[in-house]
T-cell receptor
C-alpha cells in the first residue's frame, strides 16, 4: 500500500499571501488529521476530517481551514500568512473503524514565510 | 487545555547505555501512543497503550502505562545509533485523529 503523500514538500511564501497544502491518505483510510510542527511549540493538532466532515478542531485561528473530498483527499488552507506560520505541516491518516487507531503520517510540507 | 508533559527534553547517551523518557499528565490520559521521528523525517507509530498498568515490549523497547493512567514511559535497553531521533508520547483524548503530543525527548547516541 502506498503511504500518505503530501504536496508540495517545500514552499516559500511571503507575509499576507495564502497557501493551500494537499494530503492524500492511505487507500481506504477515511480520517485525515493535520498537525503543525515547530521547534518551539512541538506538534500541535489543527483539525481532523472524517467522511468530508470536520470532526475535531484544535486551537488555531480562523485563518487555518481545511476540507476533505469524497475520495478522502484533504486540503488545508492558510490565509494572510504570518511569519509565525513557518512550520512543518504534517497530515496523518487512520483506518476505517471509529476506534482510536494508529496515525500514519505523511512526509510533511515545510512552509517558510518571509 | 489538557497538557502532556514529557521529560527529559534531551538525552545524550553512549551506545550501549539505557534510555528512558517519561510522559506525565495532571489528568487521566485516554490512551497513550508513542511515536519516533528520525531527524528530517516524520513521526512513525511505535505502540499504543490502553489499559491501566499495561506493559508492552518490542525487542529492546519497553513501554509502560501507569496504574492511574496519568503517566507512561518508554525504556530502551542498550541503545544503538539507529535509536537516534525524537520520541513523542501522545494522548488520544478518546477521539480518533486528535492527538495531544508531548514536546518529545530528543535522543542522541554516541558510538
Amino acid at each position: 500500500k502506498a503511504g500518505v503523500t503530501q504536496t508540495p514538500r517545500y514552499l516559500i511564501k511571503t507575509r499576507g499571501q495564502q497557501v493551500t497544502l494537499s494530503c492524500s491518505p492511505i487507500s481506504g483510510h477515511r480520517s485525515v488529521s493535520w498537525y503543525q510542527q515547530t521547534p518551539g511549540q512541538g506538534l500541535q493538532f489543527l483539525f481532523e476530517y472524517f467522511s468530508e466532515t470536520q470532526r475535531n478542531k484544535g486551537n488555531f485561528p480562523g485563518r487555518f481551514s481545511g476540507r476533505q473530498f469524497s475520495n478522502s483527499r484533504s486540503e488545508m488552507n492558510v490565509s494572510t500568512l504570518e511569519l509565525g506560520d513557518s512550520a512543518l505541516y504534517l497530515c496523518a491518516s487512520s483506518g476505517i473503524s471509529v476506534a482510536v487507531e494508529t496515525q500514519y503520517f505523511g512526509p510533511g510540507t515545510r512552509l517558510l514565510v518571509l | 487545555g489538557q497538557q502532556v508533559m514529557q521529560i527529559p527534553q534531551y538525552q545524550h547517551v553512549q551506545e550501549g547505555e539505557d534510555f528512558t523518557t517519561y510522559c506525565n499528565s495532571s489528568t487521566t490520559l485516554s490512551n497513550i501512543q508513542w511515536y519516533k521521528q528520525r531527524p528530517g523525517g516524520h513521526p512513525v507509530f511505535l505502540i499504543q497503550l490502553v489499559k491501566s498498568g499495561e506493559v508492552k515490549k518490542q525487542k529492546r523497547l519497553t513501554f509502560q502505562f501507569g496504574e492511574a493512567k496519568k503517566n507512561s514511559s518508554l525504556h530502551i535497553t542498550a541503545t544503538q545509533t539507529t535509536d537516534v531521533g525524537t520520541y513523542f508520547c501522545a494522548d488520544t483524548r478518546g477521539s480518533q485523529g486528535n492527538l495531544i503530543f508531548g514536546k518529545g525527548t530528543k535522543l542522541s547516541v554516541k558510538p
